[in-house]
């Protein structure tokens, strides 16, 4: 079995086609084509091939998933979830969110602390509700109370401002 050709994607910036014997046979990004070596008129034993497809399928998962962090922050459980529901391969999932830790992409420390800080900015919000939220993205309560504990809002201002906030509504007059 030959490399035949090896061309970019047209759809899909940054990934690459690879031909065995003429005929498409799986999909690398930049950096993983990079680090697998392949290059044209090299020829790969089947296993060679069905590791490399493999390595395609993962490959193709974690683009997705920096995808999905580009957007806004996440939880370890969120990035688990969003895996599981896009592959059924545990070794995969499993290699992408040690690849993501240790990258630094996954932090459910940071993740705390980006949460509080921006729902501090949208809207006042009281400490049990934004716990709770934590919660929901299954933080553990020692990180929940620590970013808390963190936390340099006056509770009493913040239910204040709210009380006013509703006082100037026609509905509560």
Do not use: C
Not at 89 to 96: F, L
Not at 110 to 127: G, H, Q, T
């Amino acid at each position: 079995m030959k490399i035949t050709k090896i061309q970019a994607q047209i759809k899909t910036k940054g990934r690459y086609s690879i031909y065995i014997d003429d005929k498409y046979s799986f999909s690398l990004s930049d950096l993983a084509l990079i680090n697998s070596g392949l290059k044209l008129g090299q020829e790969l034993s089947k296993t060679e091939v069905e590791a490399f497809k493999d390595e395609s399928a993962a490959d193709k998962l974690y683009n997705r998933v920096l995808g999905l962090l580009a957007m806004r922050p996440r939880s370890e459980w969120e990035v688990k979830e969003y895996l599981k529901r896009k592959s059924d391969i545990p070794s995969h999932i499993e290699k992408i969110l040690n690849m993501l830790s240790n990258q630094n992409y996954i932090d459910d420390e940071k993740f705390a602390r980006s949460w509080v800080e921006s729902r501090r900015l949208l809207k006042p919000i009281s400490l049990r509700k934004l716990k709770l939220e934590l919660k929901q993205k299954r933080i553990s309560d020692s990180v929940i109370s620590k970013v808390l504990s963190e936390d340099q809002i006056d509770e009493i201002e913040v239910l204040k401002q709210l009380v006013e906030k509703k006082r100037n509504q026609s509905r509560y007059q």
